[in-house]
């Protein structure tokens, strides 16, 4: 499997995948995501953009909610950041990136 991520286009409506759950984890205080035979233990900035992926906001509008909430965070770098994570987990059929720009 070679290093190609999934390109995100800023139209797309990102959500959980089917048969995907985020939920909080008692031993961390933290969250995971659960999906079929996987767990992927969530930082706080996952979560934060995972809670924003419910199929209805843009990938765009997501990195502006995202930017609004941190003074000083570069809008650019935090939208190629977060693409490329949607990116990796879209890899992994944990999202799915409906939208016009599918």
Do not use: S
């Not at 959500?15 to 767990?39: I, K, N, S």
């Not at 233990?41 to 995202?66: F, S």
């Not at 939208?79 to 879209?90: E, S």
């Amino acid at each position: 499997m070679g290093d190609t991520v999934t390109e995100v286009p800023g139209d797309a409506r990102p959500r959980l995948g089917q048969f995907v759950r985020m939920r909080p984890d008692r031993a961390t205080g933290g969250h995971v995501l659960l999906g079929p035979e996987t767990v992927v233990v969530l930082n706080p900035t996952g979560h934060a953009v995972l809670a924003l992926c419910d199929g209805g906001r843009t990938v765009d509008e997501i990195v502006a909610a995202l930017v609004a909430g941190h003074e000083g965070a570069d809008e650019a770098t935090v939208a190629g950041q977060v693409r490329d994570y949607l990116g990796r987990l879209a890899d992994r059929n944990l999202v799915t990136l409906g939208g016009a720009g599918r």
